[in-house]
């Protein structure tokens, strides 16, 4: 947890879902860096101290299925 975390938020916020669960266990993340989508994080990672809880489909570089 002492690692710096990239979090994605479309609202900006700096606390989401991982959060919630790491408060009920006591624990806490730093979240250095929000941006508004995952699927840009993978390609940020490289070359830096910096890590992220992604969706499966966002760390793999899967399209998303949509509906139009």
């Keep these: ?16 879902l991982v959060d919630e669960m790491l408060r009920a266990r006591g624990l806490s993340r730093q979240v250095a860096l929000t941006l508004p989508g995952m699927f840009a994080i993978p390609a940020l990672l490289p070359g830096t101290d910096y890590v992220s809880t992604l969706l499966r489909r966002a760390a793999t570089g899967r399209p998303v299925a949509t509906r139009c």
């Excluded at 947890?1 to 989401?16: C, D, V």
């Design 1 to 16: 947890m002492a690692m710096k975390h990239i979090l994605a938020s479309p609202e900006g916020n700096r606390y989401g």
